[in-house]
């Protein structure tokens, strides 16, 4: 299937801060989505792109649609405790189907 | 309004036994996947169904792996027989597929420990 690399593996940052962490992939992908898996559940969604260069915020979520269509990156602001978690970017990469493939995830740490 | 579900929350089983999982996707939607998630492998994607009907079950392991979705409101995936090294956490997740793709939502997971 298709490789999607994610970066970095994991984060430990202060809270307040700002974070970013990236997904990219050889291959050209239709849409982009990022989720936040918690202990003991599954992933939620946080934020769907399905155009090139689209830029869409939830909160302090941010996230990108590269325009080269093989890229998508995530920032979070103003970190707070409960960000804390796994973060993937998924994408999906056939026109018409649905299939999702999975990011390696990132781990973020926020430190009180 | 509800999410998927899914049962059990946990399974710890011994060896050899067989291991049934179920999924109630979310009202509405056509298509339901099925995902394991280990540490080393990640999300795996095993199979998933539009409209009832198998798409791709090229990501199941092997043939003691199997899945049905007999309506549009359930889903069952077995294992028979079960071994060690197919404890895992199993998500299931549903959408809504035709025009406009929507996003998959998770269900919460059941956590299978094969003794």
């Known amino acids: 299937g298709q490789q999607l690399n994610q970066s970095p593996q994991s984060m430990f940052i202060q809270e307040g801060e700002d974070v970013s962490m990236n997904c990219t992939s050889s291959?050209?992908?239709?849409?982009w989505l990022w989720y936040k898996q918690d202990p003991g559940e599954g992933p939620v969604l946080l934020i769907a792109l399905y155009k090139a260069g689209e830029l869409t915020s939830n909160g302090r979520l941010t996230a990108q649609f590269g325009i080269t269509r093989k890229d998508s990156f995530l920032n979070i602001s103003a970190s707070i405790p409960s960000d804390v978690g796994i973060y993937f970017c998924a994408g999906v990469y056939q026109t018409g189907a649905n299939n999702l493939f999975f990011g390696t995830g990132t781990r973020l740490t926020v430190i009180p | 309004d509800a999410g998927v579900i899914q049962s059990p929350r946990h399974e710890v089983t011994e060896m050899g036994q067989e291991v049934t999982l179920r999924c109630k996707p979310i009202s509405g939607h056509n298509s339901l996947f099925w995902y394991r998630q280990t540490m080393m492998r990640g999300l795996e994607l095993l199979i998933y169904f539009n409209n009832n009907v198998p798409i791709d079950d090229s990501g199941m392991p092997e043939d003691r792996f199997s899945a049905k979705m007999p309506n549009a409101s359930f889903s069952t995936l077995k294992i028979q027989p079960s071994e060690p090294r197919d404890s895992a956490v199993y998500f299931c997740a549903s959408s809504w597929w035709g025009l406009g793709n929507q996003p998959q939502h998770f269900g919460d997971g059941t956590r299978l420990s094969i003794l």
């Open positions: 291959s050209i992908f239709n849409t």
